[in-house]
């Protein structure tokens, strides 16, 4: 299993960007993307997840109204909308997957809100 995460970048506050995370190396839907993020610093926290076979989202408090996840069941690959970005928002991204005792983690990507 393998999990490609792209789409961070810099960005000034109030800004948006969209970060994916494509799944790969089983096939099944029935399966939750989750988003994670890393400050420097600081422990990592869960942001949000999806359900990949219905589509169902939770996210932290501090996201709602500002982060959507969304996916596209036939690419494999969930996507994660972060609008009205703050400073604190800053953090490296990981997407993970759990697959029955095994989690799957990508590669981090870098968010960077500053003006």
């Known amino acids: 299993v393998q999990l490609q995460a792209s789409g961070g970048g810099s960005v000034r506050p109030g800004g948006s960007l969209r970060l994916s995370c494509a799944v790969s190396g089983f096939e099944s839907d029935r399966y939750c993307v989750g988003w994670f993020r890393q400050a420097p610093g600081k422990e990592r926290e869960w942001v949000s997840q999806?359900?990949?076979?219905?589509?169902?989202?939770a996210y932290t408090d501090s996201v709602k109204g500002r982060f959507s996840m969304s996916r596209d069941s036939t690419k494999n690959t969930a996507y994660l909308e972060m609008n009205d970005l703050r400073p604190e928002d800053t953090a490296v991204y990981y997407c993970?997957?759990?697959?029955?005792?095994?989690?799957?983690w990508g590669e981090g990507t870098q968010v960077t809100v500053s003006s």
């Open positions: 999806i359900s990949m076979d219905d589509g169902r989202t």
């Open positions: 993970k997957v759990v697959l029955g005792s095994s989690e799957f």
